[in-house]
């Protein structure tokens, strides 16, 4: 969710050349004196001045002056909203979505950014698209959500173009368009949005511009956005819109593998095993990829299985080997799916059942897994005809993702809401 929340000295341009309280306060804002800052806002505040009381409520939120006190936020960001001040109704609802200085309440969250929207606020509009789409206090309702975010970012709210170009590529909620998409998340790239260098790096891949694509990772990666640097690293060590350089993909693998990149941390361990790009290292190889499989990565998960299956740097260990199959399988990894499959069909390290071997097989085959579609056939006649019409309906119901698997998890599978963390600050209105 976002927040209007920091001051910007450039406003100060927007006062009256006389001296005034609210000037002075600016003043002593931009050398640093926040307590100099309060004392000039707060009377100003205490007069009724809505401006002053959402400016007071800043300080407080972001402990600049006072100690960080969101109690005395909330009240003062109150006392500025019921003026219909945006800005402050906007925070206000932030504060009750989080609980935080407040009892949280959705409903209050939804109806404080519902009157800042209402007015064209661009973070408001932004922050109730997600309950929209989340279905949070409000009806969950994608059209609403978009029409949303259009306000939001039409008025100039990087984030907001950001997701409305990623709802534009992957065709969420909308007709997949192309060339909205890369309106939308060019503007949001131009904005510092290092997620839409992603989602427009995507765009161009799918284009067949991979030299445009890897211009538009090579600026997230710079920025220090993991999926960047873990897309810019695939196409360096497949030598695609840049020179091929498995070095150099490995460095930025270990970057966003730091960083947490959990398709970046199984990469690093398969290259330390192979030696390819970092000097071949089996122990570090294994930590990385059982790092990733801890983490919830399906790949590390494929992989650490095939390791204990292996018996490399690990005992052979079956069981183990079609615990982490499974968890990869769960989450719709094709691979993961055909071998646990046949793990179930031939009994090994899970006792044989070959009605769900042929289930998981039947899934894979849906993910476009071959072999898995061959031995699905085989056994079907195996399998009660009622069973085999359940899984085939299962089979069918699973839903097409874009860019995931070549991001190794970090695509479609990140919610629209999940991005709307760690929003930046933004300049606040003219006082």
């Known amino acids: 969710m976002q927040q209007w929340s920091r001051l910007v000295p450039v406003l100060a341009l927007f006062l009256g050349a006389c001296a005034s309280p609210m000037q002075s306060g600016w003043r002593s804002y931009e050398r640093g004196d926040y307590a100099?800052?309060?004392?000039?806002?707060?009377?100003?505040?205490?007069?009724?001045?809505?401006?002053?009381?959402?400016?007071?409520?800043?300080?407080h939120d972001d402990g600049q002056g006072v100690a960080v006190d969101r109690v005395h936020a909330a009240q003062w960001y109150e006392r500025a909203a019921e003026q219909g001040h945006a800005a402050a109704q906007n925070n206000l609802g932030?504060?009750?979505?989080?609980?935080?200085?407040?009892?949280?309440?959705?409903?209050?969250?939804?109806?404080?950014?519902?009157?800042?929207?209402d007015q064209g606020f661009a973070k408001a509009a932004s922050n109730l698209a997600l309950m929209h789409l989340a279905g949070q206090a409000v009806e969950r309702d994608a059209e609403r959500a978009r029409q949303l975010l259009e306000l939001a970012a039409r008025g100039g709210d990087g984030r907001a173009q950001s997701?409305?170009?990623?709802?534009?590529?992957?065709?969420?909620?909308?007709?997949?368009?192309?060339?909205?998409?890369?309106?939308?998340?060019?503007?949001?790239?131009?904005?510092g949005q290092s997620q839409a260098d992603v989602e427009l790096g995507l765009l161009e891949l799918e284009s067949g511009r991979e030299r445009a694509a890897a211009r538009a990772f090579?600026?997230?990666?710079?920025?220090?956005?993991?999926?960047?640097?873990?897309?810019?690293?695939?196409?360096?060590?497949?030598?695609?819109?840049?020179?091929?350089?498995?070095?150099?993909?490995?460095?930025?693998?270990?970057?966003?593998?730091?960083?947490?990149?959990?398709?970046?941390?199984?990469?690093?361990?398969?290259?330390?095993?192979?030696?390819?790009?970092?000097e071949q290292n089996d122990a570090e190889g294994v930590r990385w990829i059982r790092v990733a499989a801890e983490a919830g990565d399906a790949r590390?998960?494929?992989?650490?299985?095939?390791?204990?299956?292996?018996?490399?740097?690990?005992?052979?260990?079956?069981?183990?080997?079609?615990?982490?199959?499974?968890?990869?399988?769960?989450?719709?990894?094709?691979?993961?799916?055909?071998?646990?499959?046949?793990?179930?069909?031939?009994?090994?390290?899970?006792?044989?059942?070959?009605?769900?071997?042929h289930l998981w097989y039947s899934l894979a085959a849906a993910a476009g897994e071959t072999d898995a579609a061959e031995r699905r056939d085989e056994l079907a006649q195996h399998v009660d005809p009622a069973i085999r019409?359940?899984?085939?309906?299962?089979?069918?119901?699973?839903?097409?993702?874009?860019?995931?698997?070549?991001?190794?998890?970090?695509?479609?599978?990140?919610?629209l809401a999940e991005r709307a963390r760690g929003f930046p600050s933004a300049p606040l209105p003219r006082p």
């Open 300 to 357: 590390g998960q494929h992989n650490l299985a095939l390791l204990q299956l292996k018996g490399r740097g690990m005992p052979v260990d079956h069981t183990q080997a079609a615990f982490w199959f499974q968890r990869a399988a769960e989450q719709g990894f094709g691979p993961s799916q055909t071998r646990l499959g046949a793990m179930l069909e031939h009994g090994v390290g899970r006792w044989r059942d070959i009605g769900e071997a």
């Open 163 to 191: 997701m409305l170009g990623t709802a534009y590529r992957r065709g969420l909620g909308v007709d997949a368009d192309p060339s909205r998409a890369r309106r939308w998340l060019t503007a949001a790239a131009e904005q």
């Open 389 to 415: 019409a359940a899984t085939a309906k299962l089979a069918g119901s699973v839903p097409e993702t874009r860019g995931g698997v070549w991001l190794a998890g970090s695509g479609p599978a990140a919610d």
């Open 218 to 278: 090579a600026r997230g990666a710079e920025r220090g956005e993991p999926d960047a640097l873990f897309a810019l690293g695939r196409l360096r060590q497949e030598g695609r819109g840049v020179e091929r350089d498995d070095g150099l993909a490995a460095r930025l693998y270990l970057r966003a593998a730091e960083a947490g990149h959990g398709g970046a941390q199984a990469e690093v361990g398969r290259l330390l095993l192979e030696g390819r790009g970092l």
């Open 94 to 117: 932030l504060l009750y979505y989080r609980g935080d200085g407040v009892p949280a309440s959705k409903e209050h969250a939804a109806e404080w950014y519902t009157r800042a929207a």
């Open 36 to 59: 100099a800052a309060l004392a000039n806002w707060q009377p100003l505040a205490e007069a009724g001045d809505a401006d002053a009381q959402f400016l007071v409520a800043v300080l």
